[in-house]
């Protein structure tokens, strides 16, 4: 029994501290850090003449449907033109996206005939920027008008090589899981991101939004199933920080429905255990001290051990209630229980189209883990390859 007992609490601990004590822990030390007035001071946003030169970067495959939307919010961004460049980087594109972005004179067309993936196009891209600052964005993300120079402003602050914009998911109507559960889960994904750019640095950056320094700048394998990721951590593993602000934002709907939002989680899981595996000099403490705790923390357990721990937690909570290991144990069974319930809840009325808030919790929390199995198997089918099936859209 005592050797259950280890096993239970052990994998009880690491659900916990993945998903809410690695946050509350944050939260204690930034707050000591502000006590005695270590908190970082924001720099004083640049002048247009001091504005660095930047490059907007779209890299997009079959996107006719959004470049006019997407066009319009870019000619909306308060940066001076002439240290502008808007590169559209069309990967494989089929469609009329390259005859549409044509017909806008301040667009840099780069194509590519073949279909290699976002990362290959990126590569392809980089090749023809010659600014000292680069900003990626999706074809169907709309910015809002002052995100690049937010952007240029962090980069003002100390040793930082990367910036990381917010993303907000938006939902078309109430009542879509997809969306809302996925707008639940970035609101607190994006304030874990700003407070570990406050401690030392963000733990990698989204692809709606984030911006690198030409100058120290890695290229991503082009085989990788998270470009934007990798290419910021690289830039973490160099030496430099990630800075993250809530005042750049992308705003995109959700997923259609949970099926096409689980194409986005296979491939992010898959994605993220590729990264882990690349990035692991991040996880030596002696080289990395502040990089190892937060990558760990943050996203090594997330992507690779909890998920089994929770996997695990039901058969040796059952085994120790069976054994007569104490109330304390009954009262946790109990309380896994009434989570599964509320998850199965929340699916059958997504199924039924009834709307409860309530319930996308523990239903999109145990989607999220049941799709990290399922990108297991996709990394085994997508090792060579960077390309993936989109997501379609609400």
């Known amino acids: 029994m005592i050797t259950l007992k280890i096993l239970f609490w052990l994998c009880l601990f690491i659900v916990f501290y993945t998903y809410l004590g690695y946050g509350m822990l944050l939260y204690v030390i930034l707050k000591i850090k502000r006590l005695f007035g270590w908190a970082p001071k924001d720099p004083i946003?640049?002048?247009?003449?001091?504005?660095?030169?930047?490059?907007?970067?779209?890299?997009?495959?079959?996107?006719?449907?959004?470049?006019?939307?997407?066009?319009?919010?870019?000619?909306?961004?308060?940066?001076?033109?002439?240290?502008?460049?808007?590169?559209w980087v069309t990967d494989g594109s089929d469609d009329h996206s390259n005859e549409m972005l044509s017909q806008y004179p301040e667009v840099k067309l780069v194509f590519t005939p073949e279909r290699r993936g976002k990362a290959a196009a990126m590569q392809h891209g980089l090749k023809e920027?010659?600014?000292?600052?680069?900003?990626?964005?999706?074809?169907?993300?709309?910015?809002?008008?002052?995100?690049?120079?937010?952007?240029?402003?962090?980069?003002?602050?100390?040793?930082?090589?990367?910036?990381?914009?917010?993303?907000?998911?938006?939902?078309?109507?109430?009542?879509?899981?997809?969306?809302?559960?996925?707008?639940?889960?970035?609101?607190?994904?994006?304030?874990?991101?700003?407070?570990?750019?406050?401690?030392?640095?963000?733990?990698?950056?989204?692809?709606?939004?984030?911006?690198?320094r030409m100058c120290h700048y890695e290229e991503a394998p082009s085989n990788a199933l998270l470009d934007d990721f990798m290419m910021s951590m690289l830039i973490v593993a160099k030496g430099h920080r990630i800075a993250y602000t809530s005042d750049a934002y992308a705003m995109e709907y959700g997923s259609a429905d949970l099926t096409e939002e689980s194409k986005r989680k296979r491939r992010i899981a898959a994605g993220g255990l590729q990264s882990i595996w690349w990035l692991r000099r991040l996880m030596n403490p002696f080289k990395y001290p502040?990089?190892?705790?937060?990558?760990?923390?943050?996203r090594v357990l997330r992507w690779s051990i909890t998920p089994f721990a929770m996997l695990a937690l039901i058969p040796l909570n059952i085994g120790l209630v069976g054994l007569g290991a104490g109330s304390l144990y009954t009262l946790i069974l109990i309380m896994q229980l009434l989570f599964y319930?509320?998850?199965?809840?929340?699916?059958?009325?997504?199924?039924?189209?009834?709307?409860?808030?309530?319930?996308?919790i523990p239903y999109y929390f145990l989607f999220m883990n049941i799709n990290i199995f399922r990108g297991i198997r996709y990394l085994s089918t997508h090792k060579t390859s960077g390309t993936w099936e989109k997501a379609r859209r609400a």
Not at 290 to 298: G, L
């Open 290 to 298: 502040m990089v190892s705790f937060q990558f760990v923390s943050h």
């Open 341 to 360: 319930c509320g998850a199965l809840a929340g699916w059958l009325a997504d199924r039924s189209g009834r709307k409860n808030k309530l319930l996308y």
């Open 45 to 87: 946003p640049p002048s247009d003449t001091q504005l660095p030169s930047m490059t907007l970067m779209i890299c997009a495959y079959n996107e006719q449907d959004v470049i006019k939307e997407k066009m319009e919010n870019i000619r909306q961004l308060d940066y001076p033109a002439d240290k502008l460049c808007v590169m």
């Open 129 to 212: 920027v010659n600014t000292e600052i680069v900003t990626f964005t999706d074809a169907n993300t709309m910015l809002n008008s002052s995100a690049l120079r937010e952007i240029a402003r962090q980069f003002e602050k100390e040793n930082v090589s990367c910036v990381s914009g917010e993303k907000r998911v938006m939902a078309r109507k109430e009542g879509q899981v997809a969306a809302e559960g996925e707008g639940l889960y970035w609101k607190y994904e994006s304030l874990l991101k700003r407070w570990d750019s406050e401690l030392y640095s963000a733990m990698g950056a989204a692809g709606e939004l984030f911006s690198v």
